[in-house]
C-alpha cells in the first residue's frame, strides 16, 4: 500500500505543482489503486507515472470544488480507450451524479465500461471483505468531506513447522486454516487455526482528507491512523487568511495530527505563494515543531503505507 500524489497545488495550477489528486496503489493487496480527487490534468500526471488507467477501481471525490473535480471527466472517456473494460465506481458528494452525466453526455463520451456515481453524505460508504471506507462532514466553503481507509485485520502466518509435525503439507488445508477454519485430521485430532497461526496482521488506515478548516471530524477520521493526509494551504502567520478562506495552516494540520495519535503526517495543498519545495521547508519546519514525523508531498513521489506498533 502506497501513496502516490498527482497533484498538490490549492486552487490553481502552477508551473512546479498541479491541482489535486492523489493515488491510493494497492498492487499487493487487491491488484488496483484508488484515486481520491480528480483536479485538472489529472490523468496527465498518470501518464507520468506507473499507474494504468485500467487499474483504476474506484474515485472518491471529496469536494466539488473545481480543483478537485474538473480533470474527472476527461480521465473517465480516457480510461475507455486505455484497456479500461471493468467495473468503475465514483463516490462523492450530491451533484457529482448531474456533473459526471452532464459532461459525458455534452461531450458525447463513450463508455464502454460499467461506470457507477454513487453520492453520499458521510457515513459508511464502501465495506467489502479487506476494507472499510467511512466519511465525515468537514468544514469548508462548500460541503467538503473526508475519508478513513482502513483495512481489515488479516490472519497471522502459518507455522509451517507445526504443520509439518502434523503431518500437512502445502495444499487446500492450508487455505482453510487461514480462513479460521478447523481441520479434522482423521485421527480424533481436530487441528485448530490457533494452534498453527501467529498473530493477526493489524490492518493499516489513511486517512484522506478534503479542504476543510480544523474540526472535530477531524479528529474522528484521523484516530490512531497510521497515515493522515492534511491540506496545509498556509503557514500559520496566515492563520486568518486560513479561517477566512475555510482552510488550515501547517501549524493546524500538525496538532490534528497530535491530537489524533496519528503515526505520520503528510501536508499536502499548498497555497500557489510557496512556489517550489525550497519555498515549503518553512512549512515543514513549523509543522515539525508540533508532530515531527511530517512529510511534504511531492508529486510523483511514492509513499509507503508504513505499520506501526
Known amino acids: ?16 505543482r498541479n491541482v489535486t ?4 496503489r494497492m498492487f499487493e493487496e ?55 473494460t471493468t467495473k468503475l465506481t465514483v463516490y462523492g458528494p450530491p451533484g457529482l451524479k448531474q456533473f459526471v452525466d452532464v459532461s459525458l453526455t455534452l461531450s458525447q463520451s463513450r463508455i464502454e465500461y460499467e461506470l457507477e456515481v454513487i453520492e453520499h453524505t458521510g457515513g459508511l460508504v464502501y465495506e467489502d471483505q479487506e476494507i472499510r471506507v467511512e466519511s465525515l462532514l468537514l468544514d469548508h466553503r462548500v ?12 490472519a497471522g502466518s502459518l507455522d509451517l513447522k507445526r504443520l509439518a509435525e502434523y503431518g500437512l503439507k ?9 480462513r479460521g477454519e478447523s481441520i479434522d485430521l482423521g485421527d480424533g485430532q481436530l487441528l485448530k487455526p490457533e494452534d498453527v497461526l501467529g498473530s493477526p496482521k493489524k490492518g493499516r488506515v489513511v486517512t484522506i482528507l478534503g479542504d476543510t478548516r480544523p474540526c472535530d471530524n477531524v479528529l474522528t477520521l484521523a484516530r490512531d491512523a497510521n497515515l493522515l493526509v492534511h491540506e496545509a494551504t498556509f503557514m500559520h502567520d496566515l492563520k486568518e487568511s486560513a479561517y ?33 519545495l525550497e519555498h515549503l521547508q518553512p512549512l515543514l519546519a ?11 508531498a511531492e508529486e510523483l513521489v511514492l ?7
Not at 303 to 309: T, Y
Request: net charge positive; with cysteine.
Open 30 to 84: 487487491r491488484r488496483t489503486f484508488w484515486l481520491f480527487d480528480c483536479g485538472e490534468a489529472t490523468q496527465h500526471q498518470i501518464l507520468r507515472s506507473s499507474l494504468k488507467l485500467s487499474k483504476l477501481e474506484k474515485v472518491f471525490i471529496t469536494h466539488l470544488h473545481g480543483d478537485h473535480i474538473f480533470g474527472l471527466p476527461g480521465l473517465l472517456s480516457s480510461r475507455a480507450y486505455q484497456g479500461g
Open 21 to 24: 489528486s492523489m493515488a491510493l
Open 303 to 309: 509513499f509507503p503505507v508504513q505499520r506501526h506498533a
Open 286 to 296: 513549523e509543522a515539525k515543531t508540533i508532530f515531527p514525523n511530517t512529510k511534504l
Open 143 to 154: 460541503d467538503s468531506y473526508g475519508y478513513r481507509i482502513a483495512e481489515k485485520d488479516k
Open 170 to 178: 502445502p495444499g487446500p488445508a492450508y487455505g482453510r486454516l487461514k
Open 1 to 16: 500500500m502506497e501513496l502516490e500524489f498527482l497533484g498538490t497545488n490549492a486552487g490553481v495550477p502552477s508551473l512546479q
Open 244 to 276: 477566512n478562506y475555510h482552510h488550515c495552516t501547517s501549524i493546524q494540520a500538525a496538532e490534528a495530527a497530535l491530537k489524533a495519535g496519528a503515526k505520520e503526517l503528510i501536508l499536502t495543498h499548498f497555497s500557489s505563494r510557496y512556489k517550489d
